[in-house]
């Protein structure tokens, strides 16, 4: 397994800043991701950070209001930039190793007034 | 996107009862994975299912890959109230680099 932690865990922003959210990995891995979950919901994926190259992202994401950066194997960020109170969500990064287990950290609350 | 119909929605028990809740797609997966979240914690990894009609346990829980590899089932027998939260399905889409697609949830709230 993989131990992953996250900072900042909470945070809250006023409208038109930007964050950004760090992850850690305790070892190196393959694939780390990133994901929003807004209150009440289940887990959104927002984009695979790409060691080396610029981050995949999914449907409805954009790069502009979320950068990542992946430089290594082991620590990725993920920037909520022009935040906006719909952005007020746990972000949560995930990582795989050699296997199709995935494993979180433990979020990061954001709150955008 | 894709979706992942996950039942019930939340679920009321008994300490030391059965429950079971499931995953249904229209889609074939390739690999299911069942976590638990608790309040202000991720999601944390319970049992991973790799081929149609494995069925895998870990403690109390117990898992099963449908064999049309587009369902998957969770039990947990003889519940505490630790077992509280929501647990989510997840399932890597056929042809998918690892990325997950995950259940809506089922609170699980144990009574004593």
């Known amino acids: 397994s993989a131990v992953i932690s996250q900072k900042p865990s909470r945070d809250i922003c006023q409208r038109g800043t930007s964050l950004t959210i760090q992850c850690q990995v305790d070892s190196q891995v393959t694939m780390m991701f990133w994901y929003r979950q807004q209150p009440g919901q289940s887990l959104t994926l927002i984009a695979t950070?790409?060691?080396?190259?610029?981050?995949?992202?999914e449907s409805g994401f954009v790069i502009d209001k979320f950068p990542i950066s992946r430089p290594n194997l082991t620590f990725s960020t993920l920037t909520v930039s022009n935040m906006s109170p719909e952005d007020s969500s746990i972000y949560l990064c995930s990582a795989n190793g050699n296997s199709y287990e995935q494993y979180f950290g433990p979020g990061t609350r954001l709150t955008v007034t | 996107g894709q979706q992942l119909n996950q039942s019930p929605q939340s679920m009321f028990i008994q300490e030391g009862e059965d429950v079971s809740m499931n995953c249904t797609s229209s889609?074939?997966?390739?690999?299911w994975l069942w976590y638990k979240q608790d309040p202000g914690e991720g999601p944390v990894l319970l049992i991973a299912l790799y081929k149609a009609g494995e069925l895998t346990s870990n403690g109390r829980l117990t898992a099963q890959f449908g064999i049309t590899r587009k369902d998957s089932f969770l039990n947990i027998s003889a519940s505490i109230p630790s077992d509280v939260g929501i647990y989510f399905c997840?399932?890597?889409?056929?042809?998918?680099?690892?990325?997950?697609?995950f259940g809506s949830g089922t609170q699980l709230t144990v009574l004593p």
């Open positions: 889609s074939i997966f390739n690999t």
């Open positions: 950070a790409n060691q080396g190259s610029e981050a995949t992202y």
């Open positions: 997840a399932g890597q889409l056929k042809g998918s680099a690892r990325q997950l697609t």
